[in-house]
């Protein structure tokens, strides 16, 4: 369950901010009420960026053995479409 902190915790605890985030969770600290911020793991990040990385060197090789080539638009509504049907 990812925790809401006040951004002052980070300073005050730290050592408990730690442990959460060695268990895995997803830490979101508050400063003015509307300013977010988001910290994660090492590991969490690694699953964010995995998988963007792999898609990212497969259109690469794509794209050097083709000369088709798509608009900005169709891409981010090809993504889009796939992110909205997981």
């Not at 369950?1 to 006040?6: D, K, L, R």
């Not at 969770?25 to 508050?30: D, E, I, K």
């Not at 608009?71 to 049907?85: C, D, I, K, P, Y």
């Amino acid at each position: 369950m990812a925790q809401i902190c006040p951004v002052s915790d980070l300073r005050n605890k730290f050592t408990e901010i730690e442990k959460l985030l060695n268990e895995g969770q997803t830490v979101y600290f508050t400063k003015n009420v509307d300013d977010d911020r988001v910290v994660f793991n090492l590991g969490q990040n690694s699953e964010l960026t995995d998988e963007v990385e792999m898609k990212l060197d497969e259109a690469d090789r794509q794209a050097t053995s083709t000369t088709e080539r798509l608009s900005h638009q169709t891409v981010f509504a090809n993504a889009r479409g796939a992110a909205h049907a997981k």
